[in-house]
Structures are given as C-alpha cells and as structure tokens.
C-alpha cells in the first residue's frame, strides 16, 4: 500500500474508534446515561437493518455471542426490542426496533448530528464538505456497504 492511502486508512481508523467514543461522551444527556455506547450501536444497526439475528449483530459489532446476549436482554427488558423465536428453529431468533426503540434511536441521531455540526462549524469550507460526500459515498459503493446484508 503507498504511504499516502496508508495513512488515510489510519485516520479513518481512528476517526472510527476514537471519534464516536468522544462523541458519545461529550454528549450530556440521558439517553447516554441509560444506554452503554455499545448498546446504542447495537441499536443503529437494527434501525439501518431493520431486523437481524443476533448472530448477524455480533459479527456486525466484532463480539463474540455472549456479549450480544446480554445487551438485547436489558434492551429487551427496556422495551426497546423485540425478539422473535423462529418457527422452523428453535434457536433461531429475529431481532426489531419496538417503536420506543426507534424514538430513541431517532432522538441520539439528531443529538450526534447537532454536536458534530457544533464541532465542525466554522472548522470546515463548503468544498471540504462537497469533497468529504464525494469520498465517502465512493467508499461506501467500494465496501457494497448497503449489500452487507
């Protein structure tokens, strides 16, 4: 790899794993309170998925079962998701957003949005922004994020 996409690679990496802690921590309200950052990631994915396996949710969040198990169930017990048992396995079970699950999800977006706006204001030109797009949406279409289903 030349050094110049190595390093974008890193940034983006961090980016990634240091920048949505930050957030997630500067952010004062409840929902942050009530919520571990990884159970609101856990819900994100079920907001863009629709519906998943826990399987599929601990592949997606790079843990093992066992951890995925005891986020859905204080998700579960919160009334945030609903699990439903599969009919042709008994092990088998499809994860959704209950509509208090999506309202939540609904409010911590508009929340991350602010604050990354907040943070970005000023910082960033029009055409930083346009550039940003632009790469972004060319990374995604490379990944076929949208087919990793």
Not at 38 to 45: D, T, V
Request: glycine share 4%; hydrophobic share 40%; proline share 1%.
């Amino acid at each position: 790899m030349n050094d110049r996409l190595d390093k974008a690679v890193d940034l983006f990496k961090e980016v990634m794993i240091f920048g949505t802690e930050r957030i997630i921590k500067s952010i004062d309200h409840e929902i942050y309170e009530l919520y571990s950052p990884e159970q609101i990631h856990m819900l994100q994915i079920l907001f863009k998925l629709e519906k998943a396996s826990p399987g599929r949710l601990a592949e997606l969040q790079g843990v093992h079962k066992s951890a995925v198990s005891n986020r859905l169930k204080k998700l579960s017990h919160n009334g945030l998701i609903d699990v439903v048992e599969s009919e042709k396995d008994q092990r088998g079970k499809t994860l959704t957003l209950t509509d208090k699950g999506k309202s939540i999800i609904r409010q911590s977006n508009e929340l991350i949005s602010s604050h990354i706006e907040e943070l970005l204001a000023g910082e960033l030109k029009e055409s930083e922004i346009d550039e940003f797009i632009r790469i972004f949406k060319k990374v995604k279409a490379i990944l076929k994020v949208e087919d990793d289903q």
